[in-house]
Every structure is written in structure tokens, then in C-alpha cells.
């Protein structure tokens, strides 16, 4: 039987207006979780295009609106640095917002940088069973991903064999030198999200988008495998990472048999 999964794309003029419609939809998200759930529970990426997003939600606009106190923050990967490191995924949600908005501290669940890679993946995969109280229920409300040139997401690199993870919900990523070890979610905690929202932006993702977005190798462009199983995805995107789309989107709604 096939499933039909629809994948949502928007195109917006540029990265400001993107991040001010993400905001607004983090702000709705977030109202409907914690009126339902009691809780609104979320992984961050790091990156840049995530910054401008993330200054507006420490903004008095969203500081005020957003209960942060039912709110509680986790990241998608960590690269393996110490928390202050200017490459760190923590100081850049912390410096942005985190540190601007009235959140418990107990409710920010930051991956270990400092820690060595396996040791820092086991302690956030305890710290995410805590959490989720059990193997299978690890589902973020709403989880924030960028995408690379070469379609990577979180830390999910073309050719990795964290691809092909599907028991462990978090596993280190180790590289040669110079590039930083890092630690990343898998496929199968990504894919169990409630809602994912992609942030792209910029002529250079264009080429990563239109294989994603509409005909991609998957294995070749690893954000292609983030299929949501029951939940929604939408790419949010400007005029030039869509420069390279075979049609014009505008909130379009793609069908997609799978
Ligand atoms: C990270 C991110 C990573 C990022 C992409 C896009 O730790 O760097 O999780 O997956 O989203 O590399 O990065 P930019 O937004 O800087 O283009």
C-alpha cells in the first residue's frame, strides 16, 4: 500500500521573511503542544541559517508570547567542542535566545561537546530515554534542520554509516582531521517527529534543494531521507536556494507516492 506523504514547500523572498514566518509558526506550534501535551518539545540545529531565526524568538516579539516555562530544548547534533566554543550548536541557541527568554534551565538537554564523542552520544541517548520515558517514544514536537551543499543534515553526511542506524537514537561522528568530531540524532528519531521544518537559504543550497525537494538520490543527499513517518515536513526556503526548482513553489503542496 502506498502512503501518500505530503511534503510542503514555501518559498519566501528572503531569509528575513523565512525567519519571521518560522517564528510565528514555532509560536502556533508551540500553543497547540502545550495545550494538548502540556509540553512543547524541540531539537535545534545549529548552523547559520538558523541564527536570525532564533534572535527573533529571544526578541520581546516572541520572548512574551512563547510559555516558555512548558518549553524543552534539545539538539539535532553537537559538534565536539566545549560549550563556549565559538563552533558550538549550544552557544549559538544560547547566545541567540536561550539566554534571553525566561527557560528553566532543567528544560535545556544540551549534547556534551566537551566529552568524547561516544561518551557524550551515550549520555545524551540516557538524557533522551529519561526524558521520552522509554525506547520508542523519543518524538520531538517540532525538530529544525538545515541542509549542506552536499545535502547533509543534523550530522548526517552522505556516505556515513550513521545512515544506516536504526537502533541507536544518537551516535558519534568522527572525522580526520581537522574537521571536529560530532554528534548526531539518527534517521529514526528524526523520522518520528511531529512536525520538521528545513531552513534553507542562498544560491548554494539551490543545487541540494531541487535534488531533495523534487527528484534527489537520497543516499547522495542524506536530508532526503528525513521522511517523516506520521508527522508533517515542510522546506522553507528563499528565492535563491529555490533558483534551481523545476517549478515555481509557492506554498505549493507536493503528493508523493512512497
Ligand atoms: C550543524 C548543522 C548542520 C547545518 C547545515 C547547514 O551542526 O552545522 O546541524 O546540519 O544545518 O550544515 O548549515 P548552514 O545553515 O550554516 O548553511
Given at each position: 500500500m502506498t502512503e501518500i506523504q505530503r511534503l510542503q514547500v514555501r518559498v519566501f523572498q528572503d531569509l528575513e521573511e523565512l525567519s519571521r514566518v518560522a517564528a510565528e509558526l514555532i509560536t502556533v506550534l508551540s500553543k497547540k503542544s502545550i495545550v494538548s501535551r502540556g509540553r512543547f518539545v524541540v531539537a535545534l540545529s545549529g548552523g547559520s541559517t538558523p541564527h536570525r531565526l532564533y534572535s527573533l524568538l529571544g526578541s520581546p516579539l516572541y520572548r512574551d508570547v512563547i510559555d516558555w516555562s512548558r518549553v524543552y530544548i534539545f539538539w539535532t547534533d553537537e559538534r565536539c567542542v566545549s560549550k563556549d566554543h565559538a563552533e558550538s550548536n549550544y552557544r549559538l541557541a544560547h547566545d541567540a535566545f536561550l539566554s534571553r527568554v525566561p527557560l528553566p534551565a532543567q528544560n535545556i538537554h544540551r549534547i556534551r561537546?566537551?566529552?568524547?564523542p561516544g561518551k557524550a552520544a551515550e549520555a545524551y541517548e540516557d538524557e533522551l530515554r529519561n526524558f521520552f520515558?522509554?525506547?520508542?517514544?523519543?518524538?520531538?514536537?517540532l525538530i529544525i534542520l538545515g541542509v549542506g551543499e552536499d545535502g547533509h543534515t543534523a550530522s548526517l553526511?552522505?556516505?556515513?554509516?550513521?545512515?544506516?542506524?536504526?537502533?541507536?537514537p544518537v551516535v558519534p561522528v568522527y572525522f580526520q582531521e581537522p574537521k571536529i568530531n560530532r554528534v548526531t540524532l539518527t534517521l529514526p528519531v528524526l523520522n518520528h517527529a511531529a512536525q520538521i521544518l528545513f531552513l534553507a537559504s542562498g544560491r548554494p543550497k539551490a543545487a541540494a534543494v531541487h535534488e531533495i525537494v523534487e527528484d534527489g538520490n537520497p543516499k547522495q543527499y542524506p536530508a532526503g531521507l528525513v521522511k517523516p513517518l506520521q508527522g508533517s515536513i515542510m522546506w522553507m526556503i528563499d528565492q535563491e536556494a529555490s533558483s534551481a526548482l523545476a517549478r515555481p513553489f509557492h506554498t505549493s503542496v507536493l503528493n508523493e507516492q512512497r
Amino acid at each position: 500500500m502506498t502512503e501518500i506523504q505530503r511534503l510542503q514547500v514555501r518559498v519566501f523572498q528572503d531569509l528575513e521573511e523565512l525567519s519571521r514566518v518560522a517564528a510565528e509558526l514555532i509560536t502556533v506550534l508551540s500553543k497547540k503542544s502545550i495545550v494538548s501535551r502540556g509540553r512543547f518539545v524541540v531539537a535545534l540545529s545549529g548552523g547559520s541559517t538558523p541564527h536570525r531565526l532564533y534572535s527573533l524568538l529571544g526578541s520581546p516579539l516572541y520572548r512574551d508570547v512563547i510559555d516558555w516555562s512548558r518549553v524543552y530544548i534539545f539538539w539535532t547534533d553537537e559538534r565536539c567542542v566545549s560549550k563556549d566554543h565559538a563552533e558550538s550548536n549550544y552557544r549559538l541557541a544560547h547566545d541567540a535566545f536561550l539566554s534571553r527568554v525566561p527557560l528553566p534551565a532543567q528544560n535545556i538537554h544540551r549534547i556534551r561537546g566537551e566529552d568524547e564523542p561516544g561518551k557524550a552520544a551515550e549520555a545524551y541517548e540516557d538524557e533522551l530515554r529519561n526524558f521520552f520515558s522509554g525506547p520508542e517514544a523519543i518524538v520531538f514536537d517540532l525538530i529544525i534542520l538545515g541542509v549542506g551543499e552536499d545535502g547533509h543534515t543534523a550530522s548526517l553526511f552522505p556516505g556515513s554509516s550513521a545512515l544506516d542506524e536504526r537502533m541507536r537514537p544518537v551516535v558519534p561522528v568522527y572525522f580526520q582531521e581537522p574537521k571536529i568530531n560530532r554528534v548526531t540524532l539518527t534517521l529514526p528519531v528524526l523520522n518520528h517527529a511531529a512536525q520538521i521544518l528545513f531552513l534553507a537559504s542562498g544560491r548554494p543550497k539551490a543545487a541540494a534543494v531541487h535534488e531533495i525537494v523534487e527528484d534527489g538520490n537520497p543516499k547522495q543527499y542524506p536530508a532526503g531521507l528525513v521522511k517523516p513517518l506520521q508527522g508533517s515536513i515542510m522546506w522553507m526556503i528563499d528565492q535563491e536556494a529555490s533558483s534551481a526548482l523545476a517549478r515555481p513553489f509557492h506554498t505549493s503542496v507536493l503528493n508523493e507516492q512512497r
